[in-house]
């Protein structure tokens, strides 16, 4: 306990600094993407028109091979072998399927409702990202707030398998199902089951089939200390350029939406700020209920604020195009995201030493792995 006494100051005092230049400063190269798109649609009306001459499945080339590269790089790093360790972690399982799947899409249901009840773009907009659990950043965040890497790699590739399987027929409940069944007035809005379905197999299925089977090849062929420390940092910087490549051609394409309407963009942000805060706050306590102890709580928290804003960008692109309201509600999801979530890693690391007793459960990588052939590392 000696040892780890000295590490709780170093990391509250340090975790921005513990962050790449890339993702330390995400936001500005977001705000900086936005503004170039606002000057690249003003410089060229046609824009539009020339993007669209071209699509796939219903979207403009370009922009889908900006959604593919931001989808690939991150499905590379989840690490799918963990899944065999689910047996020694079934309560956390459960929390998170829980948390992720159940009380995640039903929380932003009801802030998008109540807070933009007239604007049904930017509401269903906000459910879609409701529905896209993390699998990329949050590996960032529970490694800053001293989380338990390997709990969260499990969960990580959990929620990749779960988003391939419902996904679609969550989209299909919460967007059309339930307002119905509930009597809201959606003013005519309703979407199938397929669209949203095609979209997923499509900029989810695609770069998951290539993520796992780069992941697969790399491990056997390199072993896990190349492909970890070498061949993940060179393709890491893609999924950013090819958010950014993105965000620059929806803001082209919606510079006049947002330059007449600027506003809009705070009442996206506010369901979603109370959205992070309430889930965060939520899952911690949940963990702290069930006595998992700081690391796997703080995975619990993480796992369950955060949002997979890559596919919620490309489901709200493939279903309602690029000029959409929802495609807008998705890109402001990372905006806003990434500083709320730097804000929670201090608040986890400050509620560590004042709410968990040292030492109170030993993290999954500190216990030997139950599940058959997994030796514990």
């Not at 620059?248 to 394409?253: I, S």
Request: net charge positive; glycine share 8%.
């Amino acid at each position: 306990m000696a040892t780890a006494t000295p590490v709780r100051p170093s990391r509250e005092q340090a975790v921005i600094e513990q962050l790449s230049t890339l993702d330390r400063f995400l936001p500005v190269w977001i705000v900086l993407a936005m503004a170039a798109g606002l000057g690249l649609g003003s410089l060229i009306p046609g824009l539009n028109s020339a993007l669209s001459s071209v699509q796939v499945s219903g979207t403009s080339l370009p922009i889908a091979i900006g959604l593919l590269l931001m989808m690939y790089p991150v499905l590379a790093r989840v690490r799918y072998e963990e899944l065999g360790r689910l047996r020694a972690e079934r309560e956390l399982f459960v929390s998170s399927v829980v948390l992720n799947w159940i009380v995640g899409p039903a929380l932003m249901f009801a802030l998008a409702w109540l807070l933009l009840p007239d604007q049904p773009a930017y509401r269903t907009g906000l459910i879609i990202v409701g529905l896209a659990r993390c699998i990329a950043m949050v590996l960032i965040w529970s490694e800053l707030a001293c989380a338990d890497r390997e709990a969260t790699a499990v969960l990580v590739a959990i929620n990749s398998v779960f988003q391939i399987a419902a996904y679609s027929f969550l989209g299909y409940f919460y967007i059309t199902l339930l307002p119905k069944w509930l009597g809201l007035h959606t003013q005519g809005f309703q979407i199938g089951l397929w669209p949203v379905a095609r979209t997923v197999l499509i900029f989810l299925g695609i770069p998951l089939a290539a993520g796992y089977l780069t992941r697969l090849a790399g491990l056997r062929t390199r072993g896990t200390q190349w492909y970890e420390e070498r061949f993940l940092p060179r393709i890491g910087p893609i999924a950013l350029y090819g958010l950014l490549f993105t965000i620059v051609l929806l803001f082209a394409l919606q510079g006049h939406q947002i330059t007449h309407h600027p506003l809009d963009v705070v009442r996206i942000a506010a369901p979603l700020l109370i959205y992070f805060a309430i889930m965060f706050g939520v899952s911690f306590a949940w963990g702290r209920a069930l006595r998992l102890g700081y690391e796997r709580t703080a995975t619990l928290a993480f796992t369950a604020a955060s949002n997979n804003f890559e596919l919620a960008i490309a489901v709200a692109i493939g279903v309602f195009g690029a000029t959409s309201g929802e495609a807008l509600a998705g890109v402001v999801g990372p905006l806003i995201e990434v500083p709320v979530l730097v804000g929670l890693v201090y608040v986890s690391l400050w509620l560590r030493g004042r709410v968990f007793p040292a030492g109170s459960a030993a993290p999954l990588q500190q216990r030997p792995a139950t599940a058959p052939g997994i030796e514990a590392p």
